[in-house]
């Protein structure tokens, strides 16, 4: 008798858990993708290759003021005493280390602007992905890039729509 006790006490545990589990509604989203389709990332873009091309033509005019002043030291080197091809030489080297912080200044920049401009874009994804969920009932999101198997309900469509994204 005790036994048939804790074996209907077990099935419905078991039974208790299944329906637990089953009442769960779990879908999959690619964020990446999602947020890059979004008008506000299309204009980020834009921006920061806009930003990007300002950069690369000021460390570009800069090489090549540098590449003319050392063709010019090079090509009087022989005119010049050791002293003066050494301070020259010092010179073209500072000019080269000023060149290498500017680019990385001109990088560090770059991603300070894009992280900057990409954290209300991703909010807003976010807060179009928390408001379906709450619809939708659904108690987890997961995101598509992490899943190995993802056979569950893909978001990604109806959150493009709810952000009018065609």
Known sequence: MKQVKTTFLIAIIALGFTQFANAQKIAHINLDEVVASMPEAKSMQADMEKLGKTYESEIKSASTALKAKFDKYTAEEKSKTPEENQQRAIEVQQEQAKIQQLQQAASQ???????????PIVKKAQDAIKAYAKEKGIQYILDARTLIYAEGEDISGAIKTRLGIK
């Open 109 to 119: 920049e770059l991603q300070n602007k894009q992280n900057e401009m990409l954290e």
